[in-house]
């Protein structure tokens, strides 16, 4: 195999692995199946890797193929929510000043998020990375128009979750 | 600004404590093998194409003789000429479908894709589970039919076969043998791809929604 070619993508996703992380948070409920994704989306990300042309950025190349092993190709464990997953989230803070507040609205935000279906999961991530309605609704396969109203229902179901 | 909307930016200023993967850890990674849906539906689809094939060369060669005592060798052959005919083009459709399947695609793209795939397999599967009941419907009225030659082309005398309701007993036979064998197929079909494809389809049928 193409010792260049191992080097320059193992490179690229050890420097955007956090993408590759946060989705497996978002898809997974133990450490164990954590792993597990990552190791799968690894798998196709490498397949994949030859045709990837460098005309778009390699993140937003990996964005699909990751959200697409997580939504399609993985095989989910039977295991369901735990409550640990809760408790064992933190956020790291670059800021210096800490809001105690800030930190539980996204810890309960990312719950929240969690509980939504694969597909408005996927919706909602996009938007909280702050990708385009175009870039979502390419990513995703339906047509402009129709992300941003199923963005606005996922959104207004993320606020009932937050406020029932 | 709406709630979510300001969480959005905290969301980008800060970073979950996410784990770290080294150099190592992700090179190991390109070596394991994969174990995507996709992968075993490729692996379960070639074992039910091998399956059904296999079934038209382990058929003893005593049935296809009884086949042609009976007089129905011929018809026998060109049925068998025709279906592999057919296995053939099923086989070209589903490695074309199979090939298809790119995980760069878009997720609707990707998932209708891997459904196709499916979809040939379950074609091909109904096609031989009714070519199957056709036939056996077929030969068990002809036999039915032309029992007394059975009896004879078998040779049940010498085995101690009455003949009286021969015929009744044969046919129940092979037709409780025959629904037993579907019963046990729709079974099989319904644990494997019931278990595979449940979510894939359930996420399907979402993404299917959001668009209309």
Known sequence: MNKELEHRFVTQLEENQNIVHKICRLYTHDQDSHNDLFQEITIQLWRAFPKFRGDSKFSTWMYRVALNTAITLYRKSKRQINTQDYESISFKIKAEEYDDTTEQQLKLMYVAVKKLNDIDKALVFLYLEDKSYKEISATLGISEVNARVKMNRAKDKLRKILNP | ?212
Request: glycine letters at 4%.
């Open chain 2, 1 to 212: 600004m709406d709630e979510l909307d300001k969480l959005k930016k905290e969301w980008q200023s800060r970073e979950l404590d996410l784990p770290k993967m080294s150099y190592n850890d992700i090179y190991k990674m390109l070596l394991k093998k994969s174990s995507s849906i996709v992968k075993w539906i490729f692996i379960i689809s070639l074992g039910e194409l091998v399956f059904w094939l296999s079934l038209y060369f382990v058929i003893p060669d005593d049935n296809m003789k009884l086949m042609h005592d009976m007089g129905i060798g011929p018809f026998m052959y060109y049925t068998n000429i025709i279906h592999f005919i057919v296995f053939g083009t099923f086989i070209i459709f589903f490695y074309k479908n199979y090939r298809a399947i790119q995980v760069t695609d878009n997720t609707k793209k990707l998932m209708s894709n891997i459904l196709k795939t499916r979809r040939t397999v379950r074609y091909f599967v109904i096609y031989n589970v009714g070519m199957f009941v056709l036939s056996s419907i077929f030969i068990d009225s002809f036999f039915y039919s032309n029992s007394n030659k059975l009896y004879k082309v078998m040779d049940f005398a010498s085995k101690g076969v009455p003949q009286e309701n021969f015929a009744n007993v044969f046919i129940i036979t092979q037709v409780l043998v025959g629904v037993a064998v579907i019963g046990l197929l729709i079974l099989f079909y319904w644990l494997i791809y019931g278990i595979l494809l449940k979510r894939l389809k359930s996420n399907y049928k979402e993404l299917q929604k959001m668009d209309y």
